[in-house]
């Protein structure tokens, strides 16, 4: 099996005034919480969007693995639908030290490029902002933080950046290279 070197680039903001603002994009869009834990609809939302850029560590999860995520305190999917059809998404998972994590997000590649995904970024960083407010179980939110890879999208660091993220940590590390797999298996199979 060969390998392939990928970088990861961890990025933070430590103050809600860190956050920049996005222009809203054209027409009918809108960000919408998932409120009801649904494996099926998140793994749509996780295969869809990561289908060309290599998202495989979550396409093994089980029904019920996929439940105990979801049902977890402090973990919330922000959906981005333009004209009702699912656009990106975006996932938040708190933890009990103020620290909210944006786990994932992205876009389907079909609603890639109209200015969706910053405004999705925006709107899913202010929900991580007062994530501790809207959910007094949790504590106030101190730090959000992602993460991002060269096997992500091209304009992915640009889009963090733009919107207040600073970068704390690189890292390189060699793994297995596979196949994009699409969708459902086979998809972008010649």
């Known amino acids: 099996m060969s390998h392939i070197a990928v ?12 956050l920049l603002p996005a222009a809203a994009p054209e027409g009918d869009v809108r960000v919408v919480r998932s409120e009801v834990p649904s494996p099926e609809f998140s793994r749509f939302l996780y295969a869809s969007v990561g289908a060309d850029i290599r998202w495989t560590d979550r396409l093994g999860w089980s029904y019920a693995r996929w439940r105990e995520h979801l049902e977890r305190p402090g973990v919330e999917t922000w959906v981005a639908y333009d004209r009702g059809t699912p656009a990106g998404y975006v996932e938040l998972a708190a933890g009990d030290d103020g620290v909210v994590e944006i786990e994932y997000f992205g ?30 179980e949790l504590p106030p939110t101190k730090r959000v933080w992602l993460h991002t890879c060269s096997k992500d999208g091209e304009h992915a660091m640009a889009n963090y950046q733009r919107r207040g993220f600073r970068l704390f940590d690189t890292k390189v590390e060699e793994e297995p290279e596979v196949a994009t797999p699409g969708p459902w298996p086979g998809a972008f199979a010649a």
């Open 7 to 18: 970088t990861t680039w961890s990025l933070e903001q430590t103050a809600p005034t860190d």
């Open 107 to 136: 876009l389907i590649p079909a609603f890639r490029g109209r200015r969706i995904g910053g405004h999705l970024l925006a709107y899913g960083t202010a929900r991580a902002w007062d994530l501790g407010e809207r959910r007094p």
